[in-house]
Nanobody
């Protein structure tokens, strides 16, 4: 099992940056694919970014491609989401999720993730 704790959310002006962290406890962190999802008020949760076990392959939603970067440090059991050029439509609660997988390409399907953090609020003002 793995437990996930997000941090780094906050209030930022449009065009600004934030870096979210997802700290994991438990064994074999490097065996898990990690993804970020987000949920805006009144909307369904949506995929944002994913990274495979080694960090060699990443996937992004079209809405964040070129602005967000996902990375991981397996020695620190942590995954990061660097968010640049933030827009008001990025406002949401951001969740990290983990799934045990040996696949090179990380899945973007929410239902396949077994472990979830509690979320961190990101608010972008215009």
């Amino acid at each position: 099992q793995v437990q996930l704790v997000e941090s780094g959310g906050g209030l930022v002006q449009a065009g600004g940056s934030l870096r979210l962290s997802c700290a994991a406890s438990g064994r074999s962190f490097s065996s898990y694919v990690i993804s970020w999802f987000r949920q805006a008020p009144g909307k369904e949760r949506e995929f944002v970014a994913a990274i495979n076990r080694s960090g060699s392959n990443t996937v992004y939603a079209d809405s964040v491609k070129g602005r967000f970067t996902i990375s991981r440090d397996n020695a620190k059991n942590t995954v990061y989401l660097q968010m640049n050029s933030l827009k008001p439509e990025d406002t949401a609660v951001y969740y990290c999720a983990a799934r045990y997988s040996v696949s090179y390409r990380p899945t973007t399907t929410e239902d396949l993730y077994n472990y979830w953090g509690q979320g961190t609020q990101v608010t972008v003002s215009s």
